[in-house]
């Protein structure tokens, strides 16, 4: 009977020229042995040089993550550590994970960007996605030995979207749009409501918007959804800025710079269009925690691009925006 695993087995020290071994001494030695073979199983060490390394990669600890800026594609091996820290470094970047086999262990990519749009696409050796790290996500990939899965962990700063509608917009008073319009297109169809921007004179509407305090503070992106009688293919030409107000600040102040998205009608009338999205929108007044966005929206006629001699009509856009928490709390 061992003592191992159950316990660890203390055995008598021998004194040379004094004390008497006999077989039953050598005997217990090797059944402990035995025991501690047959706890430990065989080729523990897998593909790896020994135990202590396998043991590192199944049970990493921060000394062992692999921090690195990217400035191409990365392959990962099944030599590489289990927590990989990786910045795509303005751009977004291939992963490529080792080919299936028994000995592929999990890893942890988190993708540790500055900016939106730079993201981490793991992909198997094929290559085929496995899935998309965006700026503050960490990804989960394993393996079964012939196929490689994966999820994300965590969405702390994945992108956020907002849809706000034309009729939760106003015209302005100096240089506005059209009023709210409502357009029947065919009885007991789904109808309009938009807003008419002219083919001639730059106008605009505005609307607020609060907000979650989990919000990063930084910049925003947008896209225009958008409709017109037009028939043909012309361009129009959206803007977008927007300014902060914090509790006792005035109210009478200039909006930040206008960022413009220019999309194109597709020679069809009354289709509803879907810009592209916009690029980073600073929001002036350096807002802070439960501040009332206020954003002024507008068309541009005299952009080289906007050709579209028609009323261009609003229907609403979304707007995105990046988390700094998991809660307002």
Same mark, same amino acid.
């Given at each position: 009977m061992t003592d191992y695993p159950g316990a660890i087995k203390s055995f008598d020290q021998q004194t040379d020229g004094?004390?008497?071994?006999?077989?039953?001494?050598?005997?217990?030695?090797?059944?402990?042995?035995?025991?501690?073979?047959?706890?430990?199983?065989?080729d523990v060490a897998g593909a790896h040089t020994d135990v202590k390394s396998r043991l590192n990669q199944g049970l990493p600890d921060a000394n062992d @993550?692999?921090? !690195? +800026?990217?400035?191409?594609?990365?392959?990962?091996?099944? $030599? =590489? #550590?289990?927590?990989?820290?990786?910045?795509?470094?303005?751009?977004?970047?291939?992963?490529?994970?080792? @080919?299936?086999? !028994? +000995?592929?262990?999990?890893?942890?990519?988190?993708?540790? $960007? =500055? #900016?939106?749009?730079?993201n981490l696409v793991v992909k198997s050796d094929a290559p085929a996605t496995i899935v998309t790290v965006r700026r503050g996500q960490t990804a989960y990939l394993h393996s079964d030995g012939t196929t490689w899965r994966g999820y994300i962990v965590n969405g702390t700063q994945a992108k956020?979207?907002?849809?706000?509608?034309?009729?939760?917009?106003?015209?302005?008073?100096?240089?506005?749009?059209?009023p709210l319009t409502r357009i029947e297109l065919t009885a007991d169809q789904p109808e309009l409501l938009v807003l008419a921007f002219d083919g001639g004179t730059a106008e605009f509407a505005q609307f607020e918007f609060g907000f979650p305090k989990k919000w990063n503070k930084g910049t925003i992106t947008f896209r225009v959804r958008w409709t017109s009688t037009a028939a043909d293919a012309d361009g129009v030409a959206w803007t977008l800025q927007a300014v902060g107000m914090a509790n006792s600040n005035p109210i009478?102040?200039?909006?930040?710079?206008?960022?413009?998205?220019?999309?194109?009608?597709?020679?069809?009338?009354?289709?509803?269009?879907?810009?592209?999205?916009?690029?980073?929108?600073?929001?002036?007044?350096?807002?802070?925690?439960?501040?009332?966005?206020?954003?002024?929206?507008?068309?541009?006629?005299?952009?080289?691009?906007?050709?579209?001699?028609e009323d261009a009509e609003l229907i609403g856009i979304d707007i995105f925006y990046s988390l700094e928490a998991e809660s307002d709390d």
């Open positions: 004094v004390s008497d071994a006999d077989a039953t001494d050598v005997n217990e030695a090797y059944d402990e042995i035995e025991a501690i073979e047959t706890e430990l199983g065989t @993550a692999d921090t !690195a +800026t990217l400035s191409a594609t990365r392959t990962l091996t099944d $030599a =590489d #550590g289990v927590i990989l820290n990786l910045d795509p470094d303005g751009t977004s970047r291939d992963v490529e994970l080792p @080919a299936e086999a !028994a +000995t592929n262990h999990p890893f942890l990519i988190t993708n540790t $960007a =500055d #900016g939106d749009g730079e956020q979207t907002v849809y706000i509608p034309a009729s939760f917009m106003f015209a302005q008073t100096t240089n506005g749009c059209e009478d102040v200039a909006f930040g710079s206008a960022v413009t998205v220019v999309d194109n009608a597709d020679s069809a009338s009354r289709d509803q269009y879907i810009s592209a999205e916009s690029g980073a929108v600073t929001i002036a007044g350096s807002p802070g925690d439960d501040e009332q966005i206020k954003f002024r929206l507008g068309r541009d006629p005299s952009h080289g691009s906007d050709d579209m001699a």
